[in-house]
């Protein structure tokens, strides 16, 4: 009888332990997908920053290329501008070279008369 309790004591901690291990199992089953699930979380938000950055990158290359258009077009203009103002410069000193004209003729002709 003492034996048979003793192997009835023993089977019982030997079931307890082998409940504890499986109970350790799926614990360990738990935490491992939980590793997962975290792990691809974490791949999909840096997937999503990468993204983010590629498309801030895009932007800036926009503007930058949008940027480069409108200072080209406005040193055009100002190319432009300073074409004009040495034909107008050029015109008013043609102009102011006929008056010079005019006037040493008409003083010229007062001295002549």
């Not at 409940?19 to 590793?35: H, T, Y």
């Not at 930058?64 to 409108?70: D, G, K, P």
């Not at 034909?87 to 003729?105: Q, S, T, Y």
């Amino acid at each position: 009888d003492l034996a048979r309790g003793e192997a009835e004591a023993a089977a019982g901690a030997a079931e307890a332990q082998e409940g504890e291990l499986c109970e350790l199992r799926r614990r360990l089953a738990d935490s491992e997908e939980r590793a997962a699930e975290a792990q691809q979380q974490a791949a999909e938000a840096e997937e999503r920053a990468l993204g983010a950055a590629r498309e801030r990158d895009r932007s800036a290359a926009q503007r930058i290329a949008r940027l480069e258009e409108e200072l080209a077009a406005a040193d055009i203009k100002v190319q432009e501008a300073a074409a004009a103002a040495a034909i107008e410069e050029g015109e008013a000193l043609r102009m102011k070279a006929e008056v010079e004209e005019l006037r040493e003729a008409l003083s010229a002709s007062r001295a002549g008369t």
